[in-house]
């Protein structure tokens, strides 16, 4: 990074937020947030019985908002969590809403009490002039769910935000200063999703496969590339 790229740097807003799962089915989705709209990417594996399969949907696209997850999960739940949370992401309300609607169901599930489970889920719109960003992780723990919230709220901030960033992984990606910057350089592109979710694959056995890349902006929200098995008939 060149001295003119760091003091850029140090006088942008940036705002970032790293949210981790342990368990060995999970993957990576990437959110990036700028002025110009947000970009989600995630990759497409799944781990069932140590067998990794590469057509996990980790994107649900609404009418109005994204919801996003990684983790794992009792299989009773699962079909449950995506049909809401794509439900939630498809009406009017804001995504705190949502992310509170969402952990009511998944509390309100039994879980043995010997299970271990953990896992993060996001809920992403664009609305009132900027990016707004509800998340969470989970794990379990004798029988319950335990939750950690966190609210990107970057509407309407002005100069004073530049980017920020929400990544849900089951172990720590390769992201950092630079990415974002060169992120905020060119914020239409995916190519700094495409690169972080590549370099997380050749470190993590939970990564792999096809990336769904998704834009959401001012026009609303749109598939930039979504492989066929996620593409409703």
Not at 118 to 124: K, R
Not at 195 to 212: F, M, S
Request: aromatic fraction near 8%; glycine fraction near 8%; charge should be neutral.
């Amino acid at each position: 990074m060149t001295a003119a790229d760091r003091r850029a740097a140090s006088f942008a807003c940036v705002c970032a937020l790293l949210l981790t799962a342990q368990p060995a089915s999970g993957s990576i989705v990437v959110i990036l947030a700028s002025p110009a709209g947000i970009l989600v990417g995630a990759d497409s594996r799944r781990t069932t019985d140590g067998v990794a399969f590469h057509d996990a949907c980790k994107i649900r696209a609404g009418a109005r908002g994204v919801f996003a997850a990684t983790g794992s999960y009792p299989d009773a739940l699962l079909e449950r969590l995506w049909t809401a949370g794509e439900e939630l992401a498809n009406g009017s309300e804001t995504p705190v809403a949502n992310l509170d609607a969402l952990i009511a169901i998944i509390s309100a599930e039994a879980v043995a009490p010997d299970a271990v489970h953990q896992g993060a889920l996001a809920f992403v719109s664009w609305s009132h002039g900027g990016p707004f960003i509800a998340s969470a992780r989970f794990t379990t723990q004798n029988g319950r769910y335990h939750f950690e919230r966190s609210i990107k709220d970057w509407r309407n901030r002005g100069r004073e935000f530049v980017a920020g960033q929400v990544i849900l992984s089951n172990v720590a990606p390769e992201f950092g200063e630079p990415d974002l910057l060169d992120f905020s350089r060119n914020p239409r592109s995916f190519e700094v999703i495409e690169r972080v979710i590549t370099l997380q694959a050749e470190r993590d056995a939970t990564v792999g496969g096809p990336t769904d890349l998704l834009r959401i902006d001012a026009s609303g929200v749109r598939w930039h590339r979504q492989k066929p098995e996620c593409r409703k008939k």
